[in-house]
Every structure is written in structure tokens, then in C-alpha cells.
């Protein structure tokens, strides 16, 4: 039968719900950020310390029914956000860790990344307005990653707890297929789609620049995105020391 893919915020679903969608559900995508209170009340993401500890304490829910049930999970957190400190890192690899130990044939990805900051926005005002955060001002269409967060925590910093919780996913064959069902480009430099090993089918276009993603083709090509993925690894793992975290 058709699965969905559901999208949610973490202090939203209802975790008694979750088994009754496992038939249906092919992968459940939660909005967390952080573990950070600190860097949640900074967000506007809870309004005090106890919204906070349900905010938690739900969050963990989920994630356990989801493993329980078979549903592959994928989490989203933000590191380096304006105004954070290492032990607001910490705070998140703690959880990560918690949570980590539960495991199921579902698997779970921990979707981290560098926070960007864009003009007009909010936050772009609120980082403007704290004296040590540093960050790309590259206009609207930039990366705008924020490289100091604060005045002591460096980028450099922020890139190894990113890889330490990213790193504590657990990359089951069933999250692969989902994975790559629905997002086939996953984890893939924009070079590799030029890579020899695409047959003719898969591209359009007298210099193979048009990628096909009709029928056929699309299947083919994912048949190819594992041996792709391992070709091109060290190339992102390069990619990301120096510029951001892309999974």
C-alpha cells in the first residue's frame, strides 16, 4: 500500500498516535533543534521550564514509539544557533545519546546542520544585535552560516558536535530505502551527477547537463546512488570541514 511521510513539530504529536499510523507511515520527520533550554527559549520555542520539560519529555515519546513501531525517524536539530555556548551543544549530544539508545529495525537519522541567518528575518536583526556572533552576510541567496555563535565557541567547535550527534544515527537498511526513495540525491555532491557511471538514459541534453527524473531513469539512477555515495564520501567529508554539514 501507499506510505506517507509526516512532517511534524515535536511539542505537537500526540506519541498515542503513532501506532495506529505505522501501517501507513513511511517516515516521520520531527522538528526538535535543540535540548538546549537556553537556546529553545532563544528560539521561541518554549515559553518557560515547564513547557520545556514537556517539550523533552515528548520529544521522547515519539522518538520511542517510532522506534518501537518500526518507523523510520528522522530528527532535526540546529547547532551554533546566536547566543549559544558549548554547553548548549553539550546539552544536545546528551539527549542524542539518549535517545540513541533505543533501537529498532526503523532506524533513525539525527538531520543536523550549522545555523544560517537571512536578511530581513528576525533572527537576522537579533544577531546583528549580539556584539560575538559572527556570521556570513551573503545577501539573500548566501549561505549566511553562522560561524561564531558566540564569543568562545568557534566553528570549528560547532562542526564536531554536529558529526559526534550526526554520527549516532542508526542507518538501517529500511531508512536507506525510504531515504532514497524519497530524496534519491541524498548526500550527493552536484559533480557526482556528471559521474561516467549515470548510463545515457538517466540524462538528457547533448552534454548530459538535463537530468531525467521520468520513470525508468529515476529507477535506474537508484539503483546507482549507493556505489555513488561511497564514491564521492571523501569528497563530502572534505566539503564539510571547511564549508557546512550536509547529510
Request: net charge neutral.
Amino acid at each position: 500500500g501507499m506510505k506517507i511521510n509526516f512532517e511534524t513539530r515535536c511539542d505537537v504529536l500526540d506519541p498515542s498516535i503513532i501506532p495506529q499510523i505505522a501501517d501507513t507511515c513511511g517516515m516521520l520527520a520531527l522538528g526538535f533543534e535543540s535540548a538546549s533550554y537556553k537556546t529553545l527559549r532563544r528560539m521561541n520555542k518554549v515559553k518557560d521550564r515547564a513547557h520545556y520539560q514537556k517539550y523533552i519529555s515528548n520529544t521522547i515519546a515519539i522518538f520511542k514509539e517510532a522506534v518501537r513501531n518500526g518507523i523510520p525517524i528522522m530528527v532535526f536539530m540546529i547547532a551554533g544557533y546566536p547566543g549559544d555556548t558549548e554547553e548548549d551543544l553539550e546539552e544536545s549530544l546528551l539527549f542524542a545519546r539518549e535517545l540513541s539508545k533505543n533501537e529498532g529495525h526503523g532506524g533513525y537519522v539525527f538531520k543536523i546542520g550549522e545555523c544560517r541567518v537571512y536578511p530581513k528575518s528576525k533572527l537576522y536583526d537579533i544577531s546583528f544585535s549580539l556584539p560575538d556572533v559572527v556570521f556570513d552576510n551573503d545577501g539573500v541567496f548566501g549561505h549566511n552560516i553562522v560561524r561564531q555563535p558566540s564569543k568562545d565557541l568557534k566553528f570549528e567547535t560547532v562542526l564536531a558536535y554536529m558529526r559526534e550527534i550526526f554520527n549516532l544515527s542508526n542507518n538501517t537498511p529500511k531508512l536507506q530505502t525510504i531515504l532514497s526513495n524519497m530524496i534519491p540525491f541524498f548526500r550527493l555532491p552536484a559533480n557526482s551527477l556528471m559521474d561516467d557511471m549515470i548510463p545515457d538514459a538517466c540524462l538528457r541534453g547533448n552534454n548530459r547537463e538535463i537530468f531525467n527524473v521520468h520513470g525508468e531513469s529515476l529507477s535506474t539512477f537508484r539503483e546507482l546512488v549507493p556505489k555513488l555515495t561511497e564514491k564521492y564520501k571523501k569528497w563530502m567529508s572534505g566539503q564539510r570541514s571547511t564549508r557546512d554539514l550536509q547529510f
